[in-house]
């Protein structure tokens, strides 16, 4: 027997298949959650993955921010000893 009818897993509800989503890789051809369900859980994911892309980008750059810092520190303390020169360059 075809089932026409299922139970959304987000909200619940029994609702007509036809107001699930299409799915390949479910039997019934329909996802578990239904259109509405769907729509608000991508919404929100979209939501926090957009704030977590941002939390990681905004590490990430001071990650790279920080690395640069200690290179040109690492840099300026290995030209030390030619501050003296660097000075006389910059007088030329
Ligand atoms: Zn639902």
Redesign the pocket.
Known sequence: MIKEEKI?N??G?L?KLGEFVVSQTNSDGRKS??K??SAIISKQWRKDNLQLNRAIQVRYYNKVKEAKNKTQVEYIHGIEGLTEISQHLKNL
């Open positions: 959304c987000v909200c509800k609702k959650r239904c509405p369900c």
